[in-house]
């Protein structure tokens, strides 16, 4: 079975600063999706980010990019200049590519990270 | 703008009540997805329908009982609940169960149980 890890339940980061997010993941899969998804108080989960394993580029959009290293099933979230607005829980998220089995179509949360941001 | 709408936003029911949550999209999606989500936790998965059929349910107990009338609908109908029932009731949708593509959520019904 997937696991998805999350190791800082929470994180802060000062308005305009860079913050990094951790995430690794357990799988014997070679062909995946990892996604990163924003849930604010507002509490619709909202996707921030995704990458196709069999990419070896780096996603980016806007001010989000990740660090994914397959070799070491890690999925970092670097969040730029940061705005108040990014405060949220970010969940780090995985996806299976091929059918079959208990787990085809599921997505598989880590715990969280509590992201605050302060002015 | 939510491509996902869920009914109602908030729900308070008693414990011998019987009440339905509602999903609707109109993406064209085949795959649409129950979570229960409780307060600082993730969402952990419920059910899953793939093209009206149900695909995966998670060991839900017969309280909840899904139901997909067509592709654009998603009900979950709940009877006799309990206390810890309480929680954000999130409904998702993708272009279907495998493949590419991320899932689509809905703003969530938030449960409450007395």
């Known amino acids: 079975a997937q696991t998805v890890t999350q190791s800082q339940p929470e994180m802060s980061v000062q308005e305009a600063e860079t913050v990094t997010l951790s995430c690794t993941y357990d799988?014997?899969?070679?062909?995946?999706?990892l996604f990163w998804y924003k849930q604010p108080p507002s509490r619709q989960m909202i996707l921030v980010i995704r990458q196709e394993a069999y990419k070896q580029q780096n996603a980016t959009e806007n001010r989000f990019s990740v660090n994914f290293q397959k070799a070491a099933k890690s999925f970092s979230l670097k969040i730029s200049d940061s705005q108040l607005g990014d405060a949220a829980m970010y969940f780090c998220?995985?996806?299976?590519?091929?059918?079959?089995?208990?787990?085809?179509?599921?997505?598989?949360f880590g715990q969280g990270t509590i992201l605050t941001v302060h002015p | 703008d939510t491509e996902v709408t869920q009914t109602p936003k908030h729900l308070v029911m008693g414990m011998t009540n019987k009440k339905s949550l509602k999903c609707e999209q109109h993406?064209?999606?085949?795959?649409m997805y129950w979570y229960k989500q409780k307060a600082k936790k993730p969402p952990e998965l419920m059910f899953v329908?793939?093209?009206?059929?149900?695909?995966i349910n998670e060991s839900v107990p017969s309280r909840f009982s899904p139901e997909c009338p067509n592709s654009s609908l998603l009900n979950l109908h709940l009877h006799a609940l309990q206390p810890e029932d309480s929680a954000l009731y999130l409904c998702a949708s993708s272009t279907r169960l495998g493949g590419t593509g991320e899932l689509f959520f809905g703003e969530g019904s938030r449960l409450t149980v007395l």
């Open positions: 998220a995985y996806r299976r590519l091929i059918a079959g089995g208990t787990s085809y179509g599921k997505l598989t």
């Open positions: 329908y793939s093209y009206e059929k149900l695909s």
């Open positions: 799988t014997s899969e070679s062909d995946y999706y």
């Open positions: 993406m064209g999606h085949r795959a």
